[in-house]
């Protein structure tokens, strides 16, 4: 059997992009980072990249999609996208953590911290490709002397991070891109679900409820 064809999708955060391959590698792939825009950038996006690898939407055989934690706009963009096309296509889905992606692109034991404002970052420590569990928080309860924290929620609280004695590694990519999200995607085949058992990883609740208690 040859190994399916996954279509990956990114927008839990700033970088909003798709990749197209299988478990033999990535055939095509575009993502852009940016604030927002999200819905108008990710249509055209898969366009692409299914004309890029010469395939047609109807050969995806798997799609895959990042359920975060991010920003919750980012998110429900994605996850809407993705479910919609998995239904319509009758294709099953696998989700990938925004933690995980980017401890991927990382490739060692790290702390990967993504900036979730209002003070806060998401986090999650890898050893070994195992994680601790995702929690968010401030910046210091994701830091430990001695630790490579990686991600953009350590860039922006660097200064924080190294007076706690953690090392702030730039050389990896601070936020998730779709090409890790098919590459542990391929790896988890086996564990693809229906469209329904996609869930979105919020762990607090949208700004506008914070702020002002309302959806």
């Not at 059997?1 to 055939?27: K, N, Y």
């Amino acid at each position: 059997m040859s190994a399916p064809l996954i279509l990956a999708i990114e927008s839990a955060t700033s970088c909003v992009g798709c990749a197209l391959g299988t478990v033999d590698g990535v055939l095509a792939a575009t993502h852009t980072v940016q604030a927002r825009r999200h819905a108008e950038s990710l249509a055209p996006q898969i366009q692409s990249v299914l004309a890029e690898a010469g395939r047609n939407v109807r050969d995806i055989e798997l799609v895959a999609v990042d359920v975060g934690p991010g920003l919750y706009t980012g998110l429900r963009v994605g996850i809407t996208t993705a479910r919609a096309m998995a239904h319509t296509l009758g294709v099953p889905m696998v989700a990938v953590t925004s933690l995980e992606a980017v401890a991927w692109q990382a490739g060692a034991d790290v702390t990967v911290a993504i900036d979730a404002r209002r003070g806060e970052v998401f986090h999650e420590t890898f050893t070994a490709g195992v994680g601790s569990g995702p929690a968010v928080g401030p910046p210091l309860d994701a830091v430990a002397p001695g630790r490579t924290v990686v991600g953009d929620g350590a860039e922006v609280y660097e200064s924080q991070m190294l007076e706690s004695g953690a090392m702030v590694d730039h050389a990896v990519t601070g936020y998730p891109v779709p090409e890790s999200i098919l590459a542990l995607a391929a790896g988890r085949a086996h564990e693809a679900c229906d469209p329904v058992g996609i869930q979105p990883l919020y762990l607090r609740a949208p700004d506008a409820v914070a702020k002002f208690g309302t959806a």
